[in-house]
C-alpha cells in the first residue's frame, strides 16, 4: 500500500497495490502494521458503507474528544472531490 502524503497534517492518500488476472482482481486495504509504522493509530471500532448517485454531497463530521474518530475513505468505482477544512486551532493549515 503506498501512503501519500497531503498538505494537511494527518490526511493521507492511500492507494493499494491492485492485483489482476482473468479471475477480477485483489487488493489490501487494511495493513495495521503498514499503518502504525506510518504513525497511524487508532483502533477500528465501526466501519460503514454508502453508494452515492452523481453529484451527490455527503459530510463527515468533525468530533472533539472524547468522541472524536479517524476517518476513512474508500472510493470503489468513479471519482470524488473531497474537501477538507482543518479546524484545528494553531494547526498551520487551520481554516
Not at 458503507?49 to 468505482?77: C, D, F, M, N, W
Request: proline letters at 3%; charged letters at 25%.
Amino acid at each position: 500500500m503506498k501512503l501519500v502524503k497531503t498538505a494537511f497534517d494527518g490526511a493521507l492518500i492511500l492507494e493499494p497495490v491492485i492485483y489482476q488476472d482473468g479471475r477480477g482482481y485483489f487488493f489490501e486495504s487494511w495493513n495495521q502494521r503498514v499503518f502504525e509504522e506510518a504513525g497511524l493509530y487508532y483502533d477500528r471500532v465501526q466501519d460503514n458503507e454508502s453508494k452515492s448517485i452523481y453529484g451527490t454531497v455527503r459530510g463527515i463530521h468533525y468530533q472533539k474528544p472524547p468522541h472524536a474518530q479517524a476517518k476513512l475513505i474508500r472510493v470503489l468505482q468513479g471519482t470524488i472531490l473531497d474537501v477538507i477544512v482543518d479546524l484545528r486551532v494553531g494547526s498551520s493549515t487551520y481554516g
